[in-house]
């Protein structure tokens, strides 16, 4: 299926996006996946004896698509691909077979080779597939194209991938997906006016195409990554992922194997890298496999042995596993709670938890007590409930023992409904690169905090009811390129001056889905005042100017209800900007 944005897997299949891209690896924000999907155990994997695998010593083809390719990067990918086939990962995936149970004709492949690589500058242009309605895929056509010219052969074992650059767009890449595979037989079952053989192939995007965000939407490492680029480096678990899924079921038409719910044998592991994840507090990265002389972060695989994501090492499994079953005792770990879904590990702990949408409820603070004295070094924590699927009922206001949480990175809370304010006390989690609030009841001002986090990136208030302006702090970041605010009506003044980091876009690219958003004040009685630069995140209003002249020694002014600040502006000029409503 399509290596979805965590966040879409859901959206997808209520959308039937089916027609010409049926196979998807989802983005990372909002899904579940292993045993935490849609908070139960994933269904079994089923299948149909009689459609096919790639039983046949099986070449892979590269087409690298567009001019954004040096040597460095398609070395990270082809050293990648040189050793997938001898790892743990492709051990799962040589279990799968082809014919009945009973009888089986043969099991996927452990012969995997590069057959062939080939360069398209741009041929189809920077945005593949932008005609939704289209029956023909660009990416076969790709395809298509470099087997007529001879650069490939046309070769029905095989199994091509067209890899993006850093410049190329394709269909809703980065909002709803990060890669998918199929086949040309798929393709002219739903229409496709492609000829010739039926040929495997997949699309994996470079997500930093997508804008300042996409890393983080395609689950990849921002800041650091082991192989020195985030965007190669984040490319590689949806190869794997599309080639595993490719591998025992390459003509999604007949869905050789797949769950009762559609899922492919990626699908179900999407995200989770399991108990033998290391961090390299040097290199400020994660990992998981070592091959060539290069470290990968790739997820795991669906055993359909133990109907488990795997590959499962029973001398890593973390003792803290038990007290996570402790502290929700209604959720399946299976064998090991760093390949459930509900949690991942590195260096033998539990540092990542998610359980959003699974039916918990209780004091938010009793059970963030609980959490910070079983794990006191949890790097990313998500309880809240996912988009369409509100079934987590906490209660309560932000617990100040978030703040001791000193290590945490990603904090999300979301569509609760919790009560309060903000702490001051988030000032502590320097670390954190995500805060994502919305859909709550969150009331008072968005605390001026953010001097010293360094690495935030991500912020998302939206719809709640804040009040006040916006934090200078958050303004002066260097790193924030995303930040919702919509729907807090209660938000006053003007945009300050600032927020460099967007480099005055309030939207990135654009896919079939329109720009991607960057930001969004709308809903809110912000304004943004004469000359300034950032971006209006679909602001309309313009703050209205004070009368009188603004000297050095004015603090502020109050005009028509209004409290106005001098302050430099532009150099040595003085300026007036709006505070907030009402003088005191």
Not at 111 to 121: A, R, S
Not at 182 to 201: A, E, P
Not at 566 to 584: I, K, M, R
């Amino acid at each position: 299926m399509f290596f979805l944005i965590k966040s879409v897997l859901a959206i997808t299949a209520a959308l039937g996006v089916t027609a010409v891209r049926p196979a998807e690896h989802t983005t990372r924000e909002d899904g579940h996946f292993g045993l935490n999907e849609q908070g139960g155990p994933a269904p079994f994997m089923l299948h149909n004896e009689t459609s096919r695998s790639m039983i046949q010593p099986m070449k892979l083809y590269i087409v690298w698509y567009g001019a954004g390719w040096d040597s460095k990067s398609k070395s990270i990918v082809t050293d990648f691909l040189d050793g997938l086939p001898k790892s743990d990962f492709w051990g799962i995936e040589k279990k799968y077979y082809q014919g009945p149970a009973s009888k089986p004709v043969g099991y996927v492949t452990g012969d995997v080779k590069i057959g062939g690589q080939h360069d398209d500058n741009y041929s189809l242009g920077k945005f593949l597939n932008s005609n939704p309605n289209s029956p023909d895929n660009d990416v076969a056509t790709v395809i298509q194209n470099a087997v007529n010219s001879g650069a490939l052969p046309s070769d029905v074992n095989g199994f091509y991938l067209v890899l993006g650059d850093d410049q190329t767009m394709e269909g809703s890449f980065c909002t709803s997906y990060c890669g998918y595979h199929t086949s040309t037989d798929s393709d002219r079952y739903y229409g496709s006016s492609i000829v010739g053989q039926d040929l495997i192939y997949t699309w994996v995007g470079n997500p930093m195409a997508c804008g300042f965000n996409g890393v983080y939407n395609c689950g990849g490492q921002f800041f650091n990554s082991p192989n020195g680029n985030p965007g190669v480096d984040s490319m590689l678990s949806p190869i794997a992922h599309e080639l595993g899924e490719g591998g025992s079921n390459p003509d999604t038409i007949f869905n050789g194997w797949n769950n009762a719910d559609g899922y492919e044998n990626g699908d179900n592991c999407a995200y989770i890298f399991g108990s033998q994840r290391k961090y390299d507090s040097k290199g400020g990265y994660f990992y998981n496999q070592e091959w060539n002389g290069r470290r990968y972060q790739i997820q795991q695989m669906w055993d359909p042995a133990t109907q488990l994501c795997g590959p499962y090492y029973p001398k890593l499994v973390p003792a803290e596993c038990a007290k996570l079953h402790d502290i929700f005792p209604s959720l399946n770990l299976g064998n090991d709670c760093c390949n459930s879904g509900y949690a991942d590990c590195a260096d033998g702990h539990v540092v990542a938890i998610d359980v959003r949408s699974n039916n918990l409820t209780g004091d938010i603070g009793t059970v963030v007590d609980k959490i910070y004295k079983a794990f006191p070094q949890i790097v990313e924590l998500r309880m809240g409930n996912i988009a369409g699927t509100l079934t987590n009922n906490f209660t309560g206001s932000l617990p100040a023992t978030l703040c001791k949480m000193q290590k945490l990175e990603w904090l999300s809370l979301a569509r609760l409904g919790l009560t309060g304010s903000i702490p001051q006390c988030f000032s502590h989690l320097q670390k954190l690169q995500v805060l994502d609030l919305p859909f709550n009841k969150l009331s008072g001002s968005i605390p001026d905090i953010f001097y010293f986090h360094k690495y935030i990136k991500k912020v998302t208030l939206q719809n709640n009811a804040l009040s006040g302006v916006i934090p200078r702090s958050l303004a002066a970041s260097t790193t924030l390129t995303y930040f919702f605010l919509s729907n807090n009506q209660n938000l006053t003044g003007s945009v300050p001056t600032g927020f460099t980091a967007f480099k005055g876009l309030s939207a990135g690219p654009i896919n079939v889905s329109g720009p991607i958003p960057y930001c969004d004040f709308t809903g809110t009685a912000l304004c943004t005042s004469t000359g300034y630069k950032g971006p209006t995140c679909g602001l309309t209003a313009s703050c209205p100017v004070p009368t009188g002249a603004c000297t050095e020694m004015d603090a502020t002014q109050c005009v028509q209800g209004k409290t106005y600040l001098c302050f430099p502006w532009t150099g040595s000029a003085l300026a007036w900007e709006l505070l907030w409503d009402g003088c005191f």
